[in-house]
Every structure is written in structure tokens, then in C-alpha cells.
């Protein structure tokens, strides 16, 4: 688990410091609200529909439980008692007041959090897969490096007002469940004649110009990822534009010059900047690593859970929401927070405190956050996972659905965002409601439904197999469906398929697309694979009757 | 830049001071004056060629029309570690109290408030960091921790 050493607590608690200063010259008028703004943001704080929100970083996902229950102290305190998980694995307030950010700040800081760079124009948190250092498919460990890149772009001064956000996030697993394609810059960690580097990606992101990364560097080797990133990041700040917040984010710039243009760019910058930097060094990396040490295994015999044969539920829900570990004896966990009558990603106090405490029972103590906007606890072992499963029933986060049609991801849209054109919570909840049958759920397979309430696109609908985009026309609100994206290895973008549905269809025509795709789907074939066999037209004709 | 400016100097060995100077500048349209000292727009497109005749003067203002605007920032970077500019850097126009620290860390060593902008905040905020995370400009490396 990663720890603070003092030099990441003297600058958080500066920080904090500041942003308490700043606060105060905002209340007292020194600082007016255009001039508060772009502070704020690097802190977190938007100003959304009805309050503040305030985004904190979980920096690669990962928490302890002393941080759960701070989140949950915190959710208690300052907002209305619950909190969100987000896409890029972060957890946000939405009731926050003004007044009491830097209180929230110091109670962040005092459990090793903040809320540094989670919004504006600078170079955000870095986001990983939620399975590191535990998954069977993994290479490498990504996580060292994601450290070394989040020591690197904290408070960086020269990248703190690029042309617009920055993000960054690495894989080192044969499956990518970090969406590296859909990020400013995509990492996948890999090794080569026994060297560790990246396949670097750039000019991924989604919004109103979705466009998938495409790959610059087929392998940079390890000791050269913060001089070839600098690099990139000054290419993106003297030339990216800066006229039209539309055409500002770096994936522009690539797809105006050309991935291979671009990586010229790049090479000629990085030759420069290997005058003026050194290395990362073999210590400094194995420093980064030492962050990273695994728990106190046990060594345990490869036999699954003994309760399989017997238990068809668990069984059930062994499959669904659990993964292979690469220790003999343990699984990965995933906990749903998905399911009728809750928002996807929200989470309660209440619930906070019982993942503390179920991560305290099985898995040394350490919970993480999913860019799916659900929870893993990583390290459980099969013999206790029977016990677990009882345990997370209790508290509802037992429901056997991940990565089917009811696991979506979803922004908070009209409900909470200032820019959002229609709400997506609502018609999220229809779906889970409609779709809430175990059995017809898992038939349907594996389904990756991504909603937006508007084009800026934080729910990402453009690489869900199933994406809907929630628009505004003569102040109704109505849902456009497009299929075919992913954000997988498969990487892809959707395509609409037609007009618009009202609100109270949506869910209906899914299931009429839905029961077309069990209709003409052939053996072992998800809906993604029958989309792509046969095309958009069979679904189309199913939708609109 | 009108004389009777408040200019907060930030000296390379970390000392802060105040003056009221303001020093001349010619505009980058006659470079060639005898003027040993110009006034760079941060947003002037990069370039090695203007960078290499920068470098030759003995103090650039570099102006910020907008505080959002990061150009600026690279142009200093660049200056002191790639073409060893040892004059003195200006940062003016449109900046904010709470980005001197990151002008000086890109090797700016005076800043220039604007009117309204207070020196005691100014002062905590070039301060108020005692840690980083990167190497400012001319160190070389921040041993990593």
C-alpha cells in the first residue's frame, strides 16, 4: 500500500495551506471569481447545477480503509451523506459548501488525499488497472511508473495551463481495463528481451471529437518515460490550440498533423530534452517499486472455493464478479455498485465503512476503484470467499453482473452537472429495473453499456458496446443509442443507429435490440461480435417498430 | 510597462524583494535596435532561431495576455536550459499571485504585479512550498525520493 513519505506530506499539507489562504482572499474579495476559478479547479472544486462538487484523487485507484472511512467521515460531514466514483477511479462530493473545502482538505490530507489537479487545464490524476500487481494477465506491474509520472506531473510548473485537460492512464496487463485508448496519452507497459518499456499512445479521448490513441512509440524504453513525456507535454503546450476549447485537446493537434508527424515532433523534442535531463535511474525506479510491496501471502494450495459444487448463487456470482489471481489460493474481487434504485458509482457512508470493514476481514486492508465505477477487493482467499460473498449479499454489493448490461457506467448528468442536457440517472435506473432478472442478465453476456447526459461524453458512450447519449431538443429530453464501440484491446468507436427515444423507451428499445441480438447471434459470440459480423442494419430495424 | 509599477523581484538564491523600476523594452518588431532588452508576447510561436537570437540580450519581458495562456512558461523553460539565457526574465501582464511560483520555477526572477495584486500575498505564495516534485529551471535533477 502505497504510504506518504515527508516529502509528499510537506507538499500536501502546503496545499492545504494554500487553498485555505485562497479561500480567504476569495471570501473577502482580493480574488474575484475569474481569478478564483482556474485555483479552485486545480483543486477540484467546479461549481455545478445546485452546489459545489468537489473531485478527490485516488491516485491508480488504491485505498485503505483508513481512507475509506475518512471518505465516509467526510461524506457525512460535509456533504448529504454519500459520494461518487468516477470513470478515472476518483470520488466526488457534490454538496460540498465553499466555506468548508479547506476543512475537507486538511481531513483529506490527514489520511494522505487530496484533491490536487483533479480538474482544470493541467495534467490529472493517473489512472490505472484497477487489477495491478494482482491480475494473472499482468506483464508488468504498472503501478511504480504511475508514480513516477504522478511525482512528476504534481504541481509541474511549466504544464499547470496546457490548451486543456490532460490525461494520462497505464496498463501492464494483457487486457486493458484501464481504457488507455481513450486518454490523452495511453500507456501499456510490456516487456522486450528482458528491458521493460511502453507502447506509448497518444491522441485518445472521447467528448465531442471521440477519437481512439494511436501509437507513437512501439517501445520507449522504461528509463526514458518522464524525458519522452515532457517531451509530448511541450509539443501539446506551444502547439496545441488555443483559440476554440473545442479544438484544444491534444488528440486535435495529432489528428491535424498526423500521428507520425506528431511523433517527428516529439522526437525532436525529446532529443533536446535528453541534453537537459538525466535518467530515470535504476534506484529512483526500484524507489518507485518499494511503494508497491505486496502483502503478507500466505502460500496457500491452487484449489477454488469448496463451495462452488454445492452453491449454484455463489457459484453464479464467483464467476461473474470475480477474477484469477496470480497468487495460488486468491481471487480478485469485484464489488457491484450497481443495482435498482441506486446510481451507478454512487456509494454511501454507510457502505464506505462496510467495504472498510470488509477490506479490513479479507484483503490486508486495501479496497480500489474501477474506472467501471465499481470497487475490487484484490487480495481474498479462496477459502474465505464463500464467507465474503454472505458478507457483501448483506450489504448489497453481491449482485452478479459485472460487465453485463446492468454494470453500466454513468455520468451524474441533468440531476447534478451544469452541463448536462438530460438526465442519465433516471433512465439508468429503468434499465436496472427492467433488466433485473439474474438469469435473462447473464444470458445476454457481456455487454458494455456506456451513457452520457451530454456530448461532452463522461460516461463514454462512444466506446460502450451500447452507447446513449442523452440530448435536449425543445426542452424534452431524449436518448440517442449508438452500438459497436470499445474501449477494450478491440478498441472501437460506436455508430448511431437512428432518431432518438423519449425517456420512457429507452430501456424498451434496448430489449427489442437485445432480443434481436439473441435471435441471430451464433455460438460463443458476444453482442460486440455479432454487431460487428452483421452490422448495423438488423438492429435498427429491430428498434424501431 | 509604465514606470511606478510595483515589480516583485525573486532573486535565483530565493530572497524576495520589492522595487519600483520598470525597465525599458523594445518590441520584438525592431529586434534589431541597439535596445539590449525585448518584450516577448507568450504567444509567439516557438522557435529555435528566435529562441538562439533571444537568448543574445540581456532581458526579456515576457508578456502573458492572458493568465490561462501556458506558452509563456515553455518560452522561459526553454530559454534557460536549451539556449542558456542569463539575463534576466520578466513575467508580465495578465498573471496571477498564485502562479509566481511556477513562473520561478520555470526561471523567471521578476515578476510584475498588477495593480490590485497584494506583495504580502505575493510573497506567501513565492514561499509558501518548501518541496517539489521536478527540477526547476538550470538544476539539473531532483533526487527522487
Known amino acids: ?545 | 510597462m509604465s514606470s511606478g509599477t510595483t515589480t516583485v523581484l525573486v532573486r535565483n538564491d530565493g530572497a524576495f524583494g520589492v522595487n519600483a523600476n520598470s525597465v525599458a523594452t523594445s518590441s520584438l518588431s525592431d529586434f534589431e535596435s541597439q535596445e539590449d532588452s525585448i518584450l516577448l508576447p507568450g504567444e509567439t510561436p516557438y522557435s529555435v532561431e528566435l529562441a538562439e537570437r533571444l537568448s543574445k540580450k540581456n532581458f526579456i519581458a515576457i508578456s502573458f495576455s492572458k493568465f490561462a495562456d501556458g506558452r509563456g512558461y515553455s518560452w522561459a523553460k526553454n530559454l534557460r536550459d536549451r539556449f542558456g539565457f542569463q539575463g534576466t526574465l520578466r513575467a508580465t501582464g495578465d498573471i496571477l499571485v498564485d502562479q509566481l511560483l511556477y513562473y520561478s520555477r520555470v526561471g523567471f526572477d521578476e515578476l510584475e504585479l498588477s495593480e490590485g495584486q497584494k506583495v504580502e500575498s505575493a510573497l506567501r505564495a513565492l514561499g509558501r512550498y518548501k518541496e517539489f516534485y521536478q527540477p526547476a529551471a538550470g538544476e539539473t535533477s531532483q533526487e527522487s525520493t
Not at chain 1, 85 to 101: E, F, M, S, V
Not at chain 1, 521 to 536: C, I, N, P
Request: aromatic share 10%; glycine share 8%.
Open chain 1, 1 to 545: 500500500m502505497y504510504l506518504y513519505n515527508d516529502k509528499d506530506k510537506a507538499i500536501v499539507q502546503s496545499r492545504v495551506d494554500e487553498f485555505e489562504d485562497q479561500v480567504a482572499r476569495r471570501m473577502s474579495g482580493e480574488l474575484s471569481e475569474d481569478m478564483f476559478r482556474p485555483l479552485r479547479l486545480m483543486n477540484g472544486l467546479y461549481l455545478q447545477r445546485h452546489a459545489y462538487m468537489l473531485r478527490v484523487a485516488i491516485p491508480y485507484g488504491l485505498l485503505s480503509s483508513k481512507q475509506v472511512r475518512a471518505l465516509a467521515e467526510i461524506a457525512d460531514k460535509y456533504d448529504q451523506g454519500y459520494g461518487h466514483i468516477t470513470t478515472r477511479q476518483n470520488i466526488q462530493y457534490n454538496w460540498p459548501k465553499l466555506r468548508d473545502a479547506p476543512a475537507i482538505l486538511q481531513k483529506l490530507a490527514d489520511v494522505e488525499m487530496h484533491a490536487i489537479q483533479t480538474s482544470g487545464n493541467c495534467i490529472r490524476n493517473t489512472t490505472s488497472d484497477p487489477l495491478a500487481g494482482v491480475a494473472k494477465d499482468e506483464v508488468v506491474d504498472p503501478r511504480p511508473y504511475a508514480e513516477a509520472l504522478r511525482q512528476w506531473s504534481t504541481f509541474h510548473p511549466e504544464f499547470a495551463y496546457l490548451p486543456r485537460k490532460f490525461k494520462i492512464a497505464i496498463t501492464g496487463a494483457t487486457e486493458d481495463r484501464a481504457a488507455i485508448l481513450a486518454h490523452d496519452i495511453g500507456l501499456r507497459v510490456v516487456e522486450k528481451e528482458g528491458q521493460v518499456g511502453f507502447e506509448y499512445y497518444v491522441g485518445g479521448g472521447l467528448g465531442r471529437t471521440p477519437i481512439l490513441g494511436s501509437l507513437i512509440n512501439e517501445f520507449l524504453p522504461a528509463k526514458e518515460l518522464l524525458r519522452y513525456t515532457e517531451a509530448v507535454l511541450r509539443v501539446y503546450n506551444q502547439w496545441g490550440n488555443r483559440e476554440n476549447k473545442y479544438k484544444a485537446r491534444i488528440k486535435i493537434l495529432v489528428r491535424k498533423l498526423g500521428p507520425a508527424e506528431f511523433g517527428k515532433l516529439v522526437d525532436t523534442e525529446w532529443a533536446e530534452v535528453k541534453n537537459e535531463r538525466p535518467l530515470l535511474s535504476d534506484k529512483e525506479i526500484e524507489n518507485f517499486k518499494q511503494y508497491f510491496t505486496e502483502p503478507n501471502y500466505e502460500t496457500l494450495p491452487d484449489v477454488a472455493a469448496k463451495e462452488l459444487s454445492d452453491n449454484k448463487s455463489f457459484a453464479t456470482w464467483y464467476n461473474q464478479n470475480t477474477r484469477p489471481h496470480r497468487k495460488n489460493g486468491y481471487r480478485a474481487v469485484y464489488l457491484s455498485l450497481k443495482r435498482p434504485g441506486q446510481a451507478p458509482g454512487d456509494v454511501t457512508s454507510e457502505q464506505l465503512r462496510n467495504i472498510a470493514d470488509l477490506a479490513d476481514r479479507y484483503s490486508f486492508g486495501e479496497t480500489r476503484t474501477t474506472h467501471e465505477q465499481n470497487l475490487v477487493l484484490a487480495d481474498v482467499k479462496e477459502s474465505e470467499l464463500f464467507a465474503l460473498w454472505a458478507d457483501l449479499r448483506k450489504y448489497s454489493f453481491a449482485t452478479a453482473n459485472l460487465y453485463t448490461l446492468t454494470d453500466m457506467i454513468c455520468c451524474p448528468g441533468l440531476d447534478y452537472c451544469a452541463l448536462a442536457n438530460a438526465g442519465s440517472i433516471e433512465v439508468a435506473d429503468n434499465i436496472t429495473k427492467h433488466f433485473d432478472d439474474e438469469e435473462k442478465n447473464l444470458e445476454l453476456g457481456d455487454i458494455h453499456l456506456k451513457m452520457s447526459g451530454c456530448i461532452n461524453a463522461c460516461g463514454h458512450h462512444h466506446v460502450g458496446h451500447i452507447g446513449i447519449l442523452g440530448v435536449n431538443k425543445k426542452g424534452k429530453e431524449f436518448y440517442q443509442i449508438m452500438l459497436g464501440g470499445s474501449a477494450g484491446n478491440d478498441g472501437s468507436l460506436g455508430e448511431w443507429i437512428g432518431p432518438a427515444f423519449s425517456k420512457d423507451d429507452v430501456h424498451l428499445a434496448l430489449e427489442r435490440i437485445l432480443d434481436r441480438y439473441r435471435e441471430i447471434k451464433e455460438d460463443g459470440e458476444r453482442f460486440l461480435d455479432t454487431y460487428r459480423r452483421v452490422g448495423r442494419a438488423p438492429f435498427k430495424e429491430a428498434a424501431y417498430v
